[in-house]
């Protein structure tokens, strides 16, 4: 799982095999997506790891996600 923040917000919540791949992506010319740092948190298990994000975006409602 990762984490965008724009400065102490939390903006973005995500999850992938490649992290840092992933990051990489919302930096591109045409991403939206504006962000001062990210967190990583390991999370091996496939499903846990879709269940959790599913469970932290409808909770947290981060702006660049949509549910």
């Known amino acids: 799982m990762y ?12 999850q992938g095999w490649n992290c ?3 990051i990489a992506e ?3 010319k045409d991403s ?3 962000f001062t740092h990210w967190s990583f948190h390991p999370v091996p298990n496939e499903l ?7 469970e932290l975006r409808a909770k947290l409602k ?4 949509r549910i």
Do not use: I, M, Q
């Open 48 to 54: 846990e790891r879709k269940a959790l994000e599913k």
């Open 3 to 14: 984490f965008l923040y724009d400065n102490d917000d939390l903006v973005y919540v995500g």
């Open 20 to 22: 840092l791949l992933r």
């Open 26 to 28: 919302h930096t591109r």
């Open 32 to 34: 939206d997506k504006v």
């Open 62 to 65: 981060p702006k660049f996600n």
